[in-house]
């Protein structure tokens, strides 16, 4: 009769059990507790540690934005009385028309006028945009002023009348609004490294500025900026200033656009809000930006509001021609070219911004030989000439 083999028995007697829990091992298990406890506080710790360091950049991001709204929608300009005349848009989506006003305000003053009042009207989906200029002069109706020239608005009544006073001449509904002072946009231009421009005419203006500056494409910093905006020394006068601001601001865009990411849209929106006050908010400002990014800023569409010039009551006022007006702004709403004049008493043409820097103010105000892409290949030469 054989023996069946077994299997060792592995498993520990209580007294082997006694033994390696004695009194001589509770030092060493003691310190594996400690280790342990230490390495969950450790996890715990940079749990904890990461938490406050997201909320900590949530609530300062929190503060960012609060303080560059506070100062982009400053209350005193952006009132409700402003926000109730604004109409709703969504702008990343549809056409809507935006009013651009530079203003003569020096820091602590309640009233001043508008000295540049441009109407945009900016299609997203298209990455299209068409600037209407409004002479400074032109003559309107001011509730409660009676009869006024359209830049005496601000001071009156401020960002509501303006817009009020544009809605009614051009027969819009503007959904948003945003001013800069001559001081302020001379800052801005510096904060974003100067403004490529490519200059039509010699200025050498002292009324409008020290500088003096050439034709040619050039990188304009504040001060120089300030005097193309601002210079007046020509024969057509305002209408000559109000084609160099659509330049600029073409200019201004396509700088913005191209050199704008992830990485220097804060620190723009930073800048503006210390130099620009409008209704949007800093997420429009950015999704807008965003939405134009890619657009071609010569094929902006240009003009200003068809007009004459006369003298009522001893006061020099521009007259708009309403009929022409409304014909042009027929086209401006259906997103098409407005064909408006670029200077006074002159019926309309097709005019980009391209075409602006082509021809010299000489050329406007003559009303003639001025030169028009009109078969549009981005070339003005001897195939644009219509027969």
Known sequence: MGFKKTAPDTRTSPQANARVYSRHNTERYSERAAQRRRHRTLKRGVFYGVVVALVGVVAAAGMWITSVMAKLNDPSLITQGLLATLVDSDITRDPFYMLLLGTDGRPGEDTYRSDTIILARIDPQQKQVTLISIPRD???????????????????????????????????????????????????????????????????????GDVVIEPGL???????????????????????RMRHQRIFIAALAKKVLESTDATTIVPLVNSLSNMVVTDLSVSDIIALANTMRGMDTDEIWSANVPSTTAMIDGVSYVIADEDELAEMMERVDAGEDPQGPQTSDVTGESSTIADLTNNTAEDFSNGADVAVDNNGDGVIDESDVIE
């Open 138 to 208: 032109t003559k309107v109706e001011i509730e409660g002023y009676g009869t006024q020239k359209i830049n005496a608005a601000h001071a009156f009544g401020g960002p509501e009348a303006v817009v009020k006073a544009v809605n009614e001449l051009c027969g819009v509904q503007i959904s948003h609004y945003a001013e800069v002072s001559f001081d302020g946009m001379k800052e801005l231009v510096d904060a974003v490294g100067g403004v490529e421009v490519n200059v039509p005419d010699r200025i050498d203006d002292p009324k409008a």
């Open 218 to 240: 050039q990188v304009l910093d504040g001060e120089a900026a300030l005097t193309f905006c601002r210079s007046r020394a020509f024969a057509d006068g305002d209408f000559t």
